[in-house]
């Protein structure tokens, strides 16, 4: 029985740690969408590239902290097992 | 695979010296030791090379404090350019073989903490106490809990940011080594005989394929993390001291 609910938990932070590594969809969105217009905007002004090559990689690593933050609780759920405590 | 945090240096009862303070000490010893190195024999008009890059750090140092907090902040260069520093170097001790100080999440909050502590002292400096005590009951006494929320979430997202993407990369590094000593064992297991054996456990696919990963994870991720902390921290600051 010990057995059998150790496993059942080990399962459900298993499935839970792949639920939440869905949060990288968002961040991959939002990335793609401000490079594009980052590209856009440097087709328009070729000279100002620098300026909107550096204000774009600031933006794009701001974005992708909603999937760094699922990317630490899916790190938790598998390497530390907190529920499993709860037992 | 197993996965591991910093090694633990010293411990007893009541203390705990883990190995990514002694790597921080290093690094802060390099740092202290390259600015000495730098700065000694100053001429009005640099003749030496070590002259020139020393002025040439100062004054990107300078242009980068001015350019985002303006020059009512041109004091606040020094702590800009430490931090971005510190933790470029913490981040790049991982190609010495080194637990990188900022894949440890302690590293990232203690420095959070202090841009906290000097944030908060910006809010009461601009506006006095009144009025910073004031804002958390805006617009309506309500908000109260949400307000304290945002508050504490300032430092905890700048260092799970930091910490995220550093150990992140930390971890798929460690993923694509173990997947590549599986490859090449199953590839060289193939070979019939004596041969094949002795052969399987060398991992031949290991040389040069993590490093185009490392040049990412490693190289640009510390640099452009340190960048986006450095950042955060001189907005922040600048925003708290506008009101």
Known sequence: MEELSRAIVLAGSAIGAGIAMIAGLGPGIGEGYAVGKALEAIGRQPEAKSDVTSTMILGVALAETTGIYSFIIALLLVLVNPLIGRL | ?243
Not at chain 2, 21 to 29: E, G, L
Not at chain 2, 178 to 190: E, I, K, Q
Not at chain 2, 208 to 221: N, T
């Open chain 2, 1 to 243: 695979m197993e996965v591991n945090g910093a090694r633990i240096v010293y411990q007893n009862d009541w203390f705990l010296l883990s190995g990514s303070v002694v790597t921080t000490w290093i690094v802060m010893a390099v740092i202290t030791l390259l600015c000495i190195f730098l700065t000694r024999n100053l001429k009005v008009h640099a003749t030496s090379r070590r002259q020139i890059i020393a002025e040439f750090l100062v004054k990107s140092a300078n242009n980068l404090v001015r350019a985002n907090m303006g020059e009512r902040f041109s004091s606040y260069a020094p702590l800009a350019a430490s931090v971005l520093a510190i933790s470029v170097c913490c981040s790049l001790s991982s190609l010495l073989g080194a637990f990188p100080p900022t894949g440890d999440l302690s590293t990232t909050l203690g420095w959070a903490l202090v841009i906290f502590t000097l944030i908060t002292y910006w809010k009461i400096k601009s506006g006095g106490i009144g009025k910073y005590l004031k804002g958390y009951l805006d617009p309506i006494p309500v908000m109260l809990p949400i307000n304290i929320i945002g508050e504490v979430m300032t430092p905890v997202s700048m260092a799970f940011r930091h910490y995220g993407n550093i150990a992140s990369g930390m971890i798929i590094s460690m993923l694509v080594y173990s997947a590549l000593a599986g490859l090449s064992a199953t590839v060289l297991g193939a070979i019939p005989g004596v041969a094949g054996k002795i052969l399987s456990g060398v991992p031949i696919f290991q040389v040069g394929i993590p490093a185009i990963l490392s040049i990412y994870f490693d190289l640009f991720s510390s640099g452009i993390q340190a960048f986006i902390f450095c950042t955060l921290m001189m907005v922040n600051i600048k925003l708290a001291a506008e009101g």
